[in-house]
């Protein structure tokens, strides 16, 4: 019995923090919906030729447009890489596109407060540059060029469909014209749906997971784990074990959120919630993609490189935000008790979920249901998607 009702308390804290965050998400993802109407996908590979800071700038702002699912953002990676794009663009692309977009930075203005939206959008770059540099030193051509023959065998990974449809708006006219025209409403809501389609097991694993976390683990065995005792141990310690915590969580891109706000609460340094954040690219399953992807020998690269990235933008950022004085005091994430009242949060989550709803049926009456058996497929399957505007 006691069992039971331990479970059942996981899940009610679950269910109050996803009502906590439905509106945001709803929000974010409209938002990314809206920008990847517009943003076409075709010769993104030849903007890409090199790793200078300038291919790796365009490389950013491309993958932040691109706003896709971890796993999805991995597989167009790869497909950038067999169209002629330099590794380590291709790779600043998908780290832009997990982890400097719109939806991400919602939620965790939310839920944890401004401070970490503003250390996402400083600490996404950073991981970028130390990326760049531990690949120019590690990095030799012999390793480069097995990694694209192991990626042009095309094996499958997954969302393969996902990351290789372009919905985008076809066309003339400004990007207003288009978004605001019936394509393009149909392109916005295919975006949408199917980045929600790609996301919500992640979601659904990362409140979860934050739900047991919140109920089950002592607040003190949490702070004695992350070294409360001791700050500047603490701050050591945090950008280490962030990235560590988010591999074995297995949960990746905004559904690690809610965990990343269980952590911070139980005392992890802020440096350690940034490397924890941006870990969503090293989690297992995607490591075994990596493998198929690129081979063994690459795989343990990235693995390697992408860690030392995440923990030294985060202790970048600890060290920044604190000279400026702008980490929080105060460990207050929002995490609801459970119990769901009459507020501002409510009858906005009424209102986007309306909205939501008006995205899915759009989606739904202009053929969207092939688009979905295909998302998961190759990318072959997704090179002419049969999908009305």
Known sequence: MQAIHAILHALQLAFAMAWQITWPLILG????????????????????????????????????????????????????????????????????????????????????????????????????????????????KEIVVAAREQADKGIAGSMEG??????????????????????GFTSTSTFFVMDWAAVWKDIVGGLLIA??????VPMMWLQDF??????????????????????????????????AAVLWNGGISFGGVISFIFADLIIIPILLIYRRYYGTKMMIRIFICFYIAMAGAGYIIEILFGLLGIIPTERNATITDGVISWNYTTYLNILFLLIAA???????????????????????MADEPSHDH
């Not at 010769?43 to 800071?53: E, F, I, N, T």
């Open 358 to 380: 008006a995205f899915i049926w759009r989606f739904f009456t202009t053929g969207g249901m092939a688009m979905l058996r295909m998302m998961g497929g190759s990318p072959e």
């Open 162 to 183: 996902h990351a290789a449809m372009d919905m985008s708006v076809q066309g003339e006219g400004s990007a207003w014209r288009r978004l605001f025209s019936g394509a």
């Open 226 to 259: 992350f070294l409360t005792d001791n700050p500047i141990l603490s701050k050591i310690w945090g950008p280490i074990v962030g990235p560590f915590v988010a591999m074995i969580s297995f949960v990746c891109s905004v559904g690690n959120v809610p965990l």
């Open 29 to 140: 993802f409209g938002l990314s919906a809206a920008i990847q109407a517009v943003v076409r996908k075709d010769g993104v590979s030849k903007l890409l030729p090199d790793d200078r800071p300038k291919s790796l700038a365009v490389a950013a702002g491309l993958g932040i447009a691109s706003s896709s699912c971890s796993y999805a953002a991995v597989a167009l990676a790869r497909a950038l890489f067999r169209k002629g794009a330099n590794f380590t663009a291709a790779m600043a692309f998908e780290i832009a596109s997990t982890n400097l977009v719109i939806e991400l930075g919602i939620i965790l203005a939310l839920v944890l407060g401004w401070q970490f939206t503003l250390a996402e959008f400083v600490g996404g770059p950073l991981m970028i540059i130390i990326l760049a540099l531990l690949f120019r030193l590690w990095l030799r």
């Open 211 to 216: 739900g047991a976390f919140a109920a089950w």
